[in-house]
T-cell receptor, first 114, second 115 residues
Framework: NAGVTQTPKFQVLKTGQSMTLQCAQDMNHEYMSWYRQDPGMGLRLIHYSVGAGITDQGEVPNGYNVSRSTTEDFPLRLLSAAPSQTSVYFC?????????????FGPGTRLTVT | AQSVTQPDIHITVSEGASLELRCNYSYGATPYLFWYVQSPGQGLQLLLKYFSGDTLVQGIKGFEAEFKRSQSSFNLRKPSVHWSDAAEYFCAVGLSGGGADGLTFGKGTHLIIQP
């Protein structure tokens, strides 16, 4: 199993450009989520999904869109990038069993918006 | 809303000395609690987790943590640190139920190991 994969690893955007950060998992996990990590802030939840077709907002959703058309994929879209979105983005997934609740994290995407 | 506080932004420990990293949480129900470690430029690695049962949990790399409900704490400990333990450590609480999901993280503690 590849686990949770993210592409690209690095990306530079200009203000106003759009892009999609890709996230895929091959563990048949129901739950997926996106986080951003900023210095001194820890990781903050952007959006999450509890199953295909179901998404909801986390702590910092503004400026980001998500969709979940398949169990495997959970892309994060920036419609009009802003310098404030410069961050490292992590995708995570977990199985539906409450008895485990272990989140598996991808390697991250480092995004710079100029 | 749930929250996690890691009171120490930086901690410096001599190699071979013991370590305790503090974590306090605020959450209305029985929490799922985690400690993650992140080396520079790397992703997150799960050290240990608490769901229920024994309040002292053992993790990887010789780490352990104790859940104290009365103090709303989940402190991470290691009896003797190694230079390779230098990293950023994050405490997190898991949401559960009500259709919600995801982790709430503390802001992290940067661990520096002195030779």
């Amino acid at each position: 199993n590849a686990g949770v994969t993210q592409t690209p690893k690095f990306q530079v955007l200009k203000t106003g450009q759009s892009m999609t950060l890709q996230c895929a998992q091959d563990m048949n996990h129901e739950y997926m989520s996106w986080y951003r990590q900023d210095p001194g802030m820890g990781l903050r939840l952007i959006h999450y999904s509890v199953g295909a077709g179901i998404t909801d907002q986390g702590e910092v959703p503004n400026g980001y869109n998500v969709s979940r058309s398949t169990t495997e994929d959970f892309p994060l879209r920036l419609l009009s990038a802003a310098p404030s979105q410069t961050s490292v983005y992590f995708c995570a997934s977990r199985s539906g069993g409450q008895e485990t609740y272990e989140q598996y994290f991808g390697p991250g995407t480092r995004l710079t918006v100029t | 809303a749930q929250s996690v506080t890691q009171p120490d932004i930086h901690i410096t420990v001599s190699e071979g000395a013991s370590l305790e990293l503090r974590c306090n949480y605020s959450y209305g129900a029985t929490p799922y609690l985690f400690w993650y470690v992140q080396s520079p430029g790397q992703g997150l690695q799960l050290l240990l987790k608490y769901f229920s049962g024994d309040t002292l949990v053992q993790g990887i790399k010789g780490f352990e943590a104790e859940f104290k409900r009365s103090q709303s704490s989940f402190n991470l400990r290691k009896p003797s640190v190694h230079w390779s333990d230098a990293a950023e450590y994050f405490c997190a609480v898991g949401l559960s139920g009500g259709g919600a999901d995801g982790l709430t993280f503390g802001k992290g503690t940067h661990l520096i190991i002195q030779p």
